[in-house]
T-cell receptor, first 116, second 115 residues
Framework: QQQVKQSPQSLIVQKGGISIINCAYENTAFDYFPWYQQFPGKGPALLIAIRPDVSEKKEGRFTISFNKSAKQFSLHIMDSQPGDSATYFCAARTRYSGAGSYQLTFGKGTKLSVIP | KAGVTQTPRYLIKTRGQQVTLSCSPISGHRSVSWYQQTPGQGLQFLFEYFSETQRNKGNFPGRFSGRQFSNSRSEMNVSTLELGDSALYLC??????????????FGPGTRLLVL
């Protein structure tokens, strides 16, 4: 099943708080899990990504936690700021035969609002 | 380096018409992928082109088609438009050889409204 389930749909966090977005998948063929940030009027931009052989990856205030056995991964935004207000998408990659060919399956997105 | 550009940015069409959207990838990128974004279904993969060949296709009806030119610019076409085709259509470019999403960049999208 080519599906990635993302929750919550929307999230309101106070400035300085921790934002947590969760994703779950079924397809064990997924081999790479990126997160995207999208501001209104813009295309998604890659934020951070993780491979399934790693349980955690941290970049600045953004951390991905990955649980391979549970087929779940999550994005944590520490010290959330109003500028983090955006829609966040998790995704999972499937590779196809042939160099460089892959497909991304996206979660449905989480609209994050960070209030001052 | 200029980013991915998409034209037009906004488009209004009526049911039954057809539409062509254009994407110019980042210079040197040879792969162009198209995605449809709607509030209900989120981001869904349409197809990917590399060196003028369709390499990969998502689960969309044949009304959705695309092509890529020798300069890597890509177009997608939707024929016999339906109300449900109203969406933001995103194009993403990447070098297309080795590597993955870390080298893929999205354009701002074309917002299509079908009346």
């Amino acid at each position: 099943q080519q599906q990635v389930k993302q929750s919550p749909q929307s999230l309101i966090v106070q400035k300085g708080g921790i934002s947590i977005i969760n994703c779950a998948y079924e397809n064990t063929a997924f081999d790479y899990f990126p997160w995207y940030q999208q501001f209104p009027g813009k295309g998604p931009a890659l934020l951070i990504a993780i491979r399934p052989d790693v349980s955690e990856k941290k970049e600045g205030r953004f951390t991905i936690s990955f649980n391979k056995s549970a087929k779940q991964f999550s994005l944590h935004i520490m010290d959330s700021q109003p500028g983090d207000s955006a829609t966040y998408f998790c995704a999972a990659r499937t590779r196809y035969s042939g160099a460089g060919s892959y497909q991304l399956t996206f979660g449905k997105g989480t609209k994050l609002s960070v209030i001052p | 380096k200029a980013g991915v550009t998409q034209t037009p940015r906004y488009l209004i069409k009526t049911r039954g018409q057809q539409v062509t959207l254009s994407c110019s990838p980042i210079s040197g990128h040879r792969s162009v992928s198209w995605y449809q974004q709607t509030p209900g279904q989120g981001l869904q993969f349409l197809f990917e082109y590399f060196s003028e060949t369709q390499r990969n296709k998502g689960n969309f009806p044949g009304r959705f088609s695309g092509r890529q030119f020798s300069n890597s610019r890509s177009e997608m076409n939707v024929s016999t438009l339906e109300l449900g085709d109203s969406a933001l259509y995103l194009c993403a470019s990447s070098p297309g050889l080795a590597g993955g999403p870390e080298t893929q960049y999205f354009g701002p999208g074309t917002r299509l409204l079908v009346l």
